[in-house]
């Protein structure tokens, strides 16, 4: 699942939807320094100006495993990677790689027709689903189905109440338009209202509270409701729903056969490339056309491998796509995704084991919920037995968590997972500026921001230190992150407040300025 924070509008019935305002995030801020600036960025900026000026340095692929990118975006045209083997357009493997006109990467979700996968369902959906029609369940797959079984209705049940909750404040909204002649009532005009119609009156009672506590009129509630009604309709609909596979008419590949690896089209961009064009400008959008925004690394080239729909990414797609990108050159992999559960844990680990193998990293955000992530199972991980301990399985993961640029106490997003030895370190996560498909441009909240910031640092310091390893690249920002202090609260628990290295193994923050200095070091020894 793609890991953008979705933030919704809470306002049933009885409860006002309460906008709150908040002050506005520094421009850049990702890229700022903590002495110069005031604001806990990675210092990029600062490292370019009193460290790489004319460095050698050498191009760095990096891949962008994500929903696709919009490869023709102003910010990131120059940057994407191209095929040096392949023949755009000729409808031939030229390159002999098994994947015909990959020109920019490639589109696991998608099918030989070009039709690509948009909606699909929830890991938990998928898992109830297998597990309810095998004939006889071993003892843990009994424990598993029953905790799937839980969850899974619960979470259907939840969609469906909150759908038509959302649905009836909708619906009582254009009955007040209607009886007030005015699409932009307020609280006023509803006071004024009077009326006999028990629908009007019904209307009055669950929409009026919520005007008045908030301050908002029935245009702009209406307009707050969109993505919350799309969001649970997705999930009645898509997510959650048992009949709904769009695997099997669109990707048409065997999905039980791990070991298949080609299938799919050549569409990087896909259906839906928001989330993948604003990972992939972290990274590296053009830092010297004066368009938009800079991303982190200056040097780097973007290949996008599509395999994250909206809804859970599936494992057989995720293993190979690392395995596309690494083939292809990718000495960097960012992956903005995850999920509670995993069908095909194996198929994963031996991708993320042959990428240690031929040196390249892999960046994955940590999650959205709020969660210890040393106890609760967030998917895909470094952990091959799938037991978070002090010793990772690999050396060529970096588990990133979300920071605020507020700072202090309030440093940690209240969103992002966190775990003392899961998480390696933390990267600026909220309101990140970065590209958006259509040469646009917007901020998004989530650990899927923070983990690009890392993998432009990693591709930013290999590509003026390409002799190092991957071992080398881990220790180097891991060994550089500025360490946080101070107490902080605990994401999803104001209350609690904690050390740092409570929520990250290095107790602090990623940044550029520090890995080049270490990097630099390193190189000479």
């Known amino acids: 699942m793609k890991l953008r924070n979705l933030i919704l509008p809470i306002c049933f019935a009885t409860q006002a939807f ?4 908040q002050e506005k995030a520094p421009e850049n801020w990702f890229n700022l320094d903590k002495e110069a600036d005031k604001v806990q960025g990675v210092s990029t900026e600062r490292a370019y100006s009193e460290l790489l000026k004319g460095k050698m340095y050498k191009s760095v692929l990096v891949a962008v495993i994500d929903s696709g990118i919009d490869e023709e975006h102003e910010d990131l045209q120059s940057v994407m990677w191209k095929n040096p083997g392949e023949i755009a357009g000729n409808g031939i493997d030229d390159d002999k790689n098994g994947y015909i006109d990959d020109i920019y990467g490639w589109n696991f979700i998608g099918g030989k027709d070009g039709k690509n996968v948009g909606a699909d369902t929830y890991e938990v959906t998928r898992m109830y689903k297998h597990l309810k029609a095998k004939a006889k369940l071993s003892k843990d797959e009994k424990v598993l189905f029953e905790k799937v079984k839980k969850e899974y209705e619960a979470k259907i049940s939840g969609a469906k109440t909150n759908l038509e909750r959302y649905q009836s404040i909708d619906k009582a909204i254009d ?9 932009d009532f307020n609280a006023e005009d509803l006071a004024k209202l009077k009326s006999e119609d028990k629908n009007t009156k019904a209307a009055l009672q669950v929409v009026g509270p919520i005007l008045e506590r908030s301050g908002m009129n029935g245009a702009a509630l209406k307009g707050q409701l969109v993505g919350a009604l799309n969001h649970f309709k997705g999930n009645v609909e898509h ?19 791990a070991k298949e690896t080609v299938y799919g089209n050549n569409d990087v961009t896909g259906p839906d490339a928001g989330h993948g064009t604003h990972v992939a400008g972290i990274i590296g959008a053009d830092r010297t056309n004066e368009l938009g925004m800079k991303g982190v690394a200056d040097h780097v080239r973007i290949m996008s491998v599509r395999a994250v729909p909206d809804g859970d990414e599936r494992d057989k797609d995720v293993a190979n796509a ?5 083939d292809n050159g990718a000495k960097v992999i960012n ?9 095909n844990k194996k198929v994963v680990d031996k991708a993320v084991r042959y990428a240690e193998k031929k040196g390249v990293l892999l960046v994955h955000a940590a999650g959205n919920s709020h969660l210890d992530t040393d106890v609760e199972k967030n998917y895909p991980n470094k952990f091959k037995k799938d037991v978070v301990t002090t010793k990772p399985s690999y050396s ?5 968590g979300a920071l605020s640029w507020k700072g202090g106490a309030d440093a940690p997003a209240t969103f992002s997972n966190y775990g003392a030895m899961n998480v390696d370190v933390f ?41 190092l390893s991957v071992k080398e690249i881990h220790q180097i920002i891991t060994e550089s992150a500025v360490k946080v202090e101070g107490k902080v609260k605990t994401p999803g628990d104001a209350s609690k407040m904690v050390e740092f290295s409570a929520l990250c193994n290095t107790a602090g923050v990623a940044n550029a300025y520090k890995a080049i200095q270490l990097a630099e070091k390193m190189s000479k020894k």
């Open 427 to 467: 990267a600026p996560g909220v309101d990140i500026y970065s590209t958006i498909p259509g040469s646009e441009y917007d901020s998004f909240n989530g650990t899927s921001m923070a983990s690009p910031v890392v993998a432009g640092i990693a591709a930013l310091v290999w590509s003026y230190y390409p002799e």
């Open 335 to 343: 992956m903005s995704f995850g999920k509670a559960y995993a069908y």
């Open 396 to 400: 060529n993961w970096i588990e990133v």
């Open 322 to 326: 690392i395995r596309y990108a690494v």
């Open 18 to 21: 309460v906008a709150t305002a």
């Open 239 to 257: 997510s959650f729903n048992l009949d709904f596979d769009p695997r099997k008419t669109i990707v048409k590949d065997d999905y039980e056969n």
């Open 175 to 183: 009955i007040l338009a209607k009886a007030t002649g005015k699409k």
